[in-house]
């Protein structure tokens, strides 16, 4: 005969061990643990961290070579808002936001706005891709010197695509890591 009022959590559980309920607690608390772990560490990979200091500056010293031929130079840019964006051919998220970068291109080039793309890509991709899809807006070809541009005004990871506002003073107002929204577009327009 035996004096346990519960006879499964005796035989589950030798003496000094948690039952079976603790342990599935401590499991659970463990998970939730790693779990937010884990988004804080994705949060702060993606978003952007803080400028190298002289980017801007050297930004605006910059010149890229066209895709069709002559180069951008960024100093000719100067004096007017400019949405940078760092994108790839093979970057699905680039791609698909392209469309609507040229439609904010389209409506807000008469209020002064700008638009520049920054192929991360090979030559003869971009080509072939503006081909198929074309841009009003210029593009200019970074290859993987725009990944050091891109980290030097806070894109650690080198992620795409990356976007960055820049007023019309030169200064960076907005940074974007990922694919850019109708409502970040919204956000930025009345910037100058």
Same mark, same amino acid.
């Given at each position: 005969m035996t004096n346990s009022a519960n /006879?499964?959590? *005796? $035989? *589950? !559980?030798? $003496?000094?061990? /948690? =039952? /079976?309920? &603790? &342990?599935r607690l401590l499991y659970a608390g463990v998970a939730g643990a790693a779990a937010l772990g884990g988004a804080g560490f994705a949060w702060w990979k993606f978003q952007p961290h803080a400028l190298q200091s002289g980017a801007e500056e050297a930004l605006w010293g910059m010149e890229f070579e066209k895709p069709g031929g002559g180069s951008v130079v960024?100093? =000719? #840019? !100067?004096g007017k808002p400019l949405l940078l964006n760092f994108w790839a051919t093979w970057c699905p998220p680039? @791609?698909?936001?392209l469309p609507m970068l040229n439609a904010f291109y389209r409506e807000h080039v008469a209020k002064g706005w700008q638009v520049l793309g920054l192929a991360i890509d090979q030559p003869s991709a971009v080509r072939k891709f #503006? !081909? &198929?899809?074309? %841009?009003?807006?210029? @593009?200019? %070809? $970074?290859? %993987?010197?725009?990944?050091? %541009?891109?980290r030097a005004l806070g894109?650690?990871?080198?992620? #795409?695509?990356?976007?960055v506002v820049l007023g019309g003073e030169g200064r960076v107002l907005h940074r974007k890591m990922g694919q850019v929204t109708p409502q970040d577009l919204q956000l930025w327009a009345p910037l100058r």
């Open positions: /006879p499964t959590e *005796s $035989a *589950s !559980a030798p $003496a000094g061990m /948690p =039952s /079976p309920a &603790r &342990r960024m100093k =000719s #840019l !100067a680039c @791609v698909e936001e #503006l !081909a &198929r899809i074309p %841009l009003e807006f210029p @593009v200019g %070809l $970074a290859g %993987l010197g725009g990944t050091d %541009l891109g894109n650690l990871t080198g992620g #795409l695509p990356f976007t």
